[in-house]
């Protein structure tokens, strides 16, 4: 079998892929994963789920456990070291009371939880997810995602779950174990055997382990994912094998097949608005705490703008990517979204026409222009398709927009603008 670094499989897949296609990956929250998980036979904690309604009370009545996990659901991990902004700390609690699950959910339900991977005013929770907790005698890791370096889908396993996977790479890589799958076929036995011996499963629970494993890629298979992360998979003192946490994204190509699935998405509730207002537009857009907005096309031009104006002493305020096949509308739409933040403070083209025609880009700039009242520095650097023409459409706008000579040369102006 071969050997990887999970991060550096992940690190390739997303950023060829950011590379070559404009997607949006749906997420879904724990409780829907899991729901999913359930329709495909593969082994999950009991669960209900709580909204501060009525129908609470009865819900719990009917769910009986020796001890309840009480979970806030939302996008985001860090959920247990999350602090409310009603001052009630963490997001995953530990009771043996129903009485106490209803209390902790009033707590969580409708007020903002703020974790390390939230916005700074935090996500609000809608639903709580109560579920049967287990006693866990073994922790392993377990992800099946889309790799293009090997055509097809790969197998990750590590015997250190419950922990971040990256770092395990990083330490202790003889501890990661990565496996090509064929898309077409079911995981030959011998296969699911080794992946669960290396898991470090005994007796009986090495064949449950190795059935949970192919139940994982049918359902991998059959809703179009590019990625089912399991961590932990967990053994329980009981000997079962169960997924304690899921991740699961999919392809949002695959929308039409899978409508069931995608009408669960929520993440435009708990997206940055103008990111929302960006994918309709087919653009990408992530916000930053600078004051320099950026639009530039190709997620690599992006991220070398963003380090060029670091290095010149700068801070970008976003990252946004008009693509190959951006029009004169998209233009417009992007300068709507970088001017909503009020922290930019300067705004710097940086487009490299090879597919995108710099005139397109050039006519873009001059109606955004007027048609927004501009009134921040406008620094354009354009080479490639048409260069001249755009040069001259510049030129000719009479508007205050300053032209670059070449990355640094634009970065340096988009900075001093500043002063």
């Not at 309604?53 to 009480?70: I, R």
């Not at 991998?220 to 967990?234: G, R, T, Y």
């Not at 949002?252 to 103008?274: C, G, H, L, T, Y």
């Amino acid at each position: 079998m071969l050997s990887f670094s999970v991060s550096r499989i992940r690190q390739n897949l997303f950023k060829k892929i950011n590379s070559w296609q404009q997607i949006r990956n749906l997420n879904l929250l724990e409780f829907q994963s899991k729901d999913l998980l359930q329709k495909y036979n593969v082994a999950v904690q009991q669960f209900q789920i709580l909204d501060n309604s009525s129908n609470d009370k009865t819900v719990l009545e009917k769910f009986d456990c020796p001890e309840y996990v009480v979970k806030a659901q939302i996008l985001a991990g860090g959920r247990g070291k999350g602090i409310f902004d009603n001052g009630f700390k963490g997001g995953v609690h530990i009771t043996t009371s129903k009485e106490e699950v209803l209390n902790l959910s009033k707590k969580m339900i409708g007020n903002r939880l703020i974790t390390k991977q939230t916005p700074k005013s935090g996500i609000t929770v809608k639903k709580v997810m109560v579920a049967r907790s287990v006693n866990i005698v073994r922790e392993t890791y377990l992800c099946i995602l889309l790799d293009r370096e090997h055509n097809g889908p790969v197998l990750i396993a590590s015997p250190s779950g419950g922990v971040d996977i990256e770092a395990v790479a990083e330490e202790t890589p003889e501890k990661i174990k990565t496996v090509p799958l064929n898309i077409d076929q079911p995981i030959e036995e011998q296969t699911l055997m080794e992946i669960a011996k290396f898991l470090e499963f005994k007796g009986a629970a090495t064949k449950t382990c190795a059935a949970q494993i192919q139940k994982l890629f049918t359902l991998f298979k059959s809703v179009d994912a590019v990625q089912i992360e399991i961590n932990p998979l967990a053994e329980t003192d009981k000997g079962e094998v169960m997924s304690v946490d899921a991740k699961l994204n999919f392809d949002d190509n695959a929308e039409f097949r899978q409508k069931e699935i995608f009408s669960m998405d929520i993440s435009e509730e708990e997206s940055d608005p103008r990111e929302v207002e960006a994918s309709k537009y087919n653009l990408n857009y992530v916000g930053m705490d600078g004051n320099i907005g950026c639009l530039v096309n190709g997620a690599g031009l992006a991220m070398a703008t963003m380090d060029i104006i670091k290095l010149n002493g700068g801070d970008p305020a976003n990252f946004l990517d008009v693509g190959g096949g951006v029009k004169e509308e998209q233009v417009l739409k992007a300068f709507q979204i970088l001017t909503s933040d009020p922290k930019v403070k300067s705004i710097l083209v940086n487009v490299f026409g090879g597919i995108v025609n710099c005139a397109t880009i050039a006519n873009g700039v001059v109606a955004a222009s007027r048609t927004l009242n501009l009134n921040v520095p406008l620094i354009v650097r354009l080479e490639g398709t048409n260069v001249t023409e755009a040069r001259k459409i510049l030129k000719d706008s009479g508007l205050l927009i300053q032209t670059a000579t070449d990355l640094d040369d634009a970065a340096q102006k988009a900075v001093n603008a500043l002063k």
